[in-house]
């Protein structure tokens, strides 16, 4: 079978072609640049608990490790004053510690790119052809064809094809989706230079800050990277305004100045703030600008779009060419990385043993229906958070200033519907409704990383095992006292082993201790994207085959739809109505078509609420 043709050699589509050549899929990676990735200290790449695992996983946890740091703690300050205070919790081996406490992680993007690039030539089923920019595709029912020019220009064929290639993305115009939303939602003025703040390793987001005047729209981010190194993001004021470098410098010098007078909050009094009571000591503005060294600047413009459509016939979009967004938080990066995941293991089943249309179509029911959640949160906060309007408050939170914080820090502290990981409540893969044991995570919603042994008796982390087939997880108190030699035969073993056996999809029996709510003897299928399937009380072979069924879109003659309706035989459509069918059953709005009531475009249709969470 042919391989599968990746366009575009940024971190999404790195990942996606490490993780189909880990479950043995071949890659070739069209990439139009020279390969070689420009030192860019100020572009840095935020990621989350989850896709900070799925990079690990495909060779790159070093990195992580060496050029990424974790933060200590968040704060949020409004003039002089701590409105709060977060403390990240280290990542402990028992997996004590909450998803939503554990610090992201931080680091350059192009340490992150170099990382993937070098993974991926040691991987003998991947081909990266740089200089290669996509001219042209078509394809038919059995593949695609992919036209480049420049060095190595020719025709490519492959079994399925995936433009990553980034907002102007060349597959997507082909393809002719349609790519609406908003423009210049936000900007940013961003610095990356090494300095001493008074709060070391701690993130900071500081809210009309004195040394800027003290005005309501004022904003400006501090977020520490390794070796000492800071990025700093200043909101700026809607419209075009030219970021000189001596303007640059003035914020730089200000801000510092302003935070070298404030020193940190005793630790004995931060645990009763709960909304700006406790004033940070200092306000006197005659200190010096502490020493700095100024490394990389720039400015960043964060849009807001959602593409029509994500799959035509055999060719899919992801990452930034199927969405742009940023704004409070919200990581443009983290959400291409699990589209990576999400994809790669349906094409994995697609490539291997053919995939049935509700697979296919499964990828874009859930990502693009996750992504367009999170982008209805941020259009619905902005107006409340940048119009100045106190009035909107009281229909919304209560306590203005309470709110209005923790809508901006939602996105950045991985919680909330501009945060938190995507639940996947309403995908086509749902098994039939079964009558499962009380556990803490939602069926769709991302498996907690507890420890777990492995049939060989390692012990390991649950999102360790991630990426190749379903994870049938068995909550057994008091294993660590098993005996090892002895595993196919003890307690519920020999039974789970057996429908293990016989599910339609290759499985991998673990063990844990103990899981957040659930009994002993509960089993946990999860996909292999990490989010969980069902959980089920003891044994029961034939609801798990249900449940694997339903995961790897039935039987392939249970087809949702046919290769003609969805992108037309041969050459790829450019024109008339293509995207116009969505998986999620949303619609999106151009950037031009306002409400008619002052009110700013939204991407998508507003039908829930901002505090509402992506599964109700």
Known sequence: MDPVIIVGAGPVGLSLSLALTRLGVPCVVLDETTGQEDTRLARTAVLRQDTAAFVGRLGCADTLESAGTRWTAWRTMRRRRLLERVAFAPRTPDGAAAPATVSPV???????????????????????VTGSRLADLEQDEHGVSAQTRGPNGTWWRGSYLIGCDGPRSTVRKLLDIRFPGRTAVERHAVAAL?????????????????????????????????????????????????????????????????????????????????????????????????????????????????????????????????????????????????????????????WH???????????????????????????????????????????????????????????????????????????????????????????????????????????????????????????????GVWDRRHWQSAGLMPRLADAVDALPMAAEILVTEAYPGAAAHTVLLVRPDGHLITALSGVRPAEMAACADAVRGGAHGREAGTYGREAGAGRA????????????????VSRDSGTGEGEPPAVDPVRTSMLHSEGD
């Open 353 to 479: 043993h053919g995939a049935s249309e509700v697979l296919l179509d499964s990828y874009q029911a859930e990502r693009r229906g996750a992504v367009a959640a999170r982008l209805r949160a941020a259009d619905q906060a902005l107006p409340l958070l940048r119009d100045g309007r106190s009035a909107r408050w009281r229909t919304v939170l209560p306590g203005a200033v309470r709110g209005r914080s923790t809508l901006l820090t939602d996105g950045h502290l991985g919680r909330g519907p501009l945060g938190s990981p995507p639940v996947y409540a309403r995908t086509p893969l749902a098994p039939p409704a079964a009558e499962g044991p009380l556990v803490e995570t939602l069926p769709g919603a991302a498996v907690t990383d507890v420890p777990v042994t492995a049939s060989d008796g390692s012990v390991v982390r649950l999102h360790d095992r991630l990426g190749k087939g379903l994870l049938v997880v068995l909550v057994a108190p008091g294993t």
């Open 106 to 128: 931080h680091l350059p993007q192009h340490a992150l790119t170099r990382a993937l690039r070098a993974a991926l030539a040691d991987e003998k089923l991947a081909e990266v």
């Open 194 to 350: 090494r300095c001493e703040l008074p709060w070391p390793g701690e993130a900071l987001l500081h809210r009309s800050p004195p040394r800027h005047g003290g005005q309501p729209g004022n904003e400006v981010s501090a977020r520490p990277l390794a070796d000492g190194l800071w990025r700093l993001d200043w909101l700026l004021p809607p419209g075009r305004e030219l970021v000189t470098p001596d303007a640059l410098v003035a914020r730089i010098r200000d801000s510092l100045a302003g935070w070298a007078t404030e020193s940190p909050a005793d630790p004995a009094g931060e645990s009763g703030l709960d909304g700006g009571a406790a004033p940070v000591r200092g306000r006197g503005h005659g200190r010096l600008v502490p020493p700095y060294e100024l490394l990389d600047t720039g400015v960043h413009t964060v849009h807001h779009r959602l593409a029509r459509c994500w799959r035509q016939g055999r060719a899919f979009l992801a990452g930034d060419a199927a969405h742009l967004l940023g704004a409070l938080g919200t990581q443009g990066l983290d959400e291409g990385l699990r589209d990576a995941e999400n994809l790669a293991w349906k094409l994995g089943l697609a």
């Open 573 to 588: 459509r450019r024109s008339g109505g293509s995207g116009e069918t969505g998986g999620t059953g949303d619609s999106v």
